[in-house]
C-alpha cells in the first residue's frame, strides 16, 4: 500500500492527520465482543513482532507500543510483546478541508469579512431589505 499525498488544511497549509485506529493487543476480554468500535478494537492475541502484528490485522500499522523486558505486561505473559497498535485504512483522514475545528471557524471568519455568504444568508439578507423597503414605502 502506497501512501498517497494527504489533504492539506485550507487554513493553516499543514497535511491534516491520518484517520486512524487503536489496537489493543492481549486483552482477556476481547473474545466477549465488548468496544469494538470505529476507534478501538482488542484482541487477545499478544504479537512478539510488527510482522505477526500485520498479519493479525488487515490495516496499515502505522505505529506500535511494545511491553518489554521488566515492564508488567511483558512479566505477565514471560515474553517481550506489542500491546498496542495504531492502524490506517490507506484512504482515510480526520477531515477533507481542516486540520482542526478551530481552523474552519478562522477560514470561515475570513471568507466572512472578506464578503463570502451563503444562499440561505443571502435570501434571508434580500427578504430583510425588501421588508424595510415595504414599510418605508407604507408611511407618509
Ligand atoms: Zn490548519
Known amino acids: 500500500m502506497t501512501d498517497k499525498h494527504p489533504p492539506l488544511c485550507r487554513y493553516c497549509g499543514k497535511p491534516i492527520a491520518k484517520k486512524t485506529k487503536s489496537v489493543f493487543f492481549g ?3 476481547a473474545s466477549q465482543a465488548r468496544l469494538h468500535d470505529d476507534m478501538f478494537t482488542y484482541k487477545a492475541e499478544r504479537p512478539r513482532s510488527k510482522e505477526e502484528a500485520q498479519r493479525l ?13 521488566e515492564e508488567y505486561a511483558a512479566k505477565q505473559a514471560g515474553f ?5 497498535a495504531t492502524t490506517w485504512d490507506g484512504e482515510s483522514y480526520v477531515d477533507p478541508y481542516f486540520c482542526n475545528g478551530a481552523h474552519a471557524k478562522d477560514f ?6 472578506a464578503g463570502a455568504a451563503t444562499t440561505t444568508y443571502t435570501a434571508a439578507n434580500a427578504k430583510r431589505f425588501a ?3 415595504a414599510k418605508k414605502g407604507g408611511q407618509p
Not at 490485522?57 to 518489554?68: D, E, G, T
Request: aromatic fraction near 10%.
Open 27 to 29: 486483552d482477556q476480554f
Open 57 to 69: 490485522l488487515n490495516q496499515q500499522i502505522v505505529s506500535v507500543r511494545w511491553a518489554r523486558g
Open 80 to 84: 517481550d510483546h506489542i500491546t498496542h
Open 108 to 113: 470561515a471568519y475570513l471568507h466572512a469579512k
Open 131 to 133: 421588508e424595510q423597503q
